[in-house]
């Protein structure tokens, strides 16, 4: 069988991953869910949330640093692509989304983890804390939307093509534009190009959270030149809203060339909080 534009670059950039992955399928009510699994069977876990269309794979530059510490589980999300299936029930609003992560992490025995989004991802990552703060003991948000502020207006203008008639054309200038210039691995470039065509993807969103409740301790990392959201003015309102959280702006980044590009300083920052 002939393997897709999409297929060939997810099983390209899974070889990126440590030689120890595991793949793992977890039975949930929505689907069985891809999980890719490294770091030491007895280390704290740490659950990996990736932005839309970028699939659990999008770690691969920050895994081999964080499972030196870490048992880390690199999510494919519900509903977007990846290997991640949707069957059964159909999940509609942010209650099916915690119910969805309710069951992953049962299915993983999880019972209380560290906990990291990008974008999206980061909105469902808050989310989810929100729903189980008992579960969550570290909770780390980078360049998060639609938490501390609405998308930059220019950054859906330019978005609105990929969306109304997506191809892979539109999805690499979008990159193109978003990124300016800032490294962005080729591998991925063609996943998350592949990824916007996938059919029957449908992201699941919901309303802010209320960050001003949530109170375990907070990780906030932000794209200096990002261009969903204008940094200095999201790092004002998440010091706002929540008080306990170290937030600190990334130079030289964007908001789609993280989590990979140049991915040093996250990493360290990621591990000096988580530890």
């Not at 490294?38 to 699939?55: D, E, K, R, W």
């Not at 992953?104 to 703060?133: E, I, V």
């Not at 261009?227 to 130079?251: E, F, G, N, S, Y």
Request: glycine letters at 6%.
């Amino acid at each position: 069988m002939t393997l897709s534009a999409f297929d060939r670059a997810y099983d390209e950039l899974l070889l990126r991953w440590p030689a120890s992955t595991e793949e793992q399928d977890v039975a949930t009510p929505y689907g069985p869910t891809r999980v890719h699994v490294c770091g030491p069977a007895g280390g704290a876990p740490l659950v990996l949330l990736p932005g839309g269309s970028a699939t659990g794979l999008v770690w691969f530059a920050n895994a081999p640093a964080l499972a030196t510490r870490y048992r880390v589980h690199a999510v494919d999300l519900l509903g977007d692509a990846g290997r991640t299936r949707r069957q059964g029930t159909a999940p509609k609003n942010s209650a099916d989304l915690t119910a969805w992560l309710d069951a992953l992490l049962d299915g993983l025995g999880l019972t209380r983890t560290h906990l990291c989004g990008h974008s999206y991802g980061a909105w469902l990552a808050a989310t989810y804390a929100l729903h189980a703060p008992h579960r969550i003991n570290r909770l780390a948000l980078i360049d998060p939307t639609q938490i501390f502020a609405a998308f930059r207006p220019g950054y859906l203008l330019h978005a609105l093509p990929t969306l109304i008639r997506p191809s892979q054309d539109r999805a690499r200038a979008f990159l193109a534009w978003e990124t300016a210039g800032a490294p962005l691995d080729e591998t991925w470039q063609r996943l998350y190009a592949a990824a916007t065509t996938v059919p029957g993807r449908k992201i699941v969103t919901g309303r802010r959270p209320r960050t001003t409740h949530l109170h375990m301790p907070a990780l906030i990392l932000l794209a200096e030149r990002s261009r969903a959201l204008h940094a200095a003015k999201t790092a004002a309102r998440a010091r706002r809203d929540i008080p306990q959280a170290k937030v600190h702006v990334l130079p030289g980044t964007t908001h789609h060339s993280l989590p990979s590009a140049a991915p040093e300083e996250l990493n360290t920052r990621l591990l000096n909080f988580l530890h």
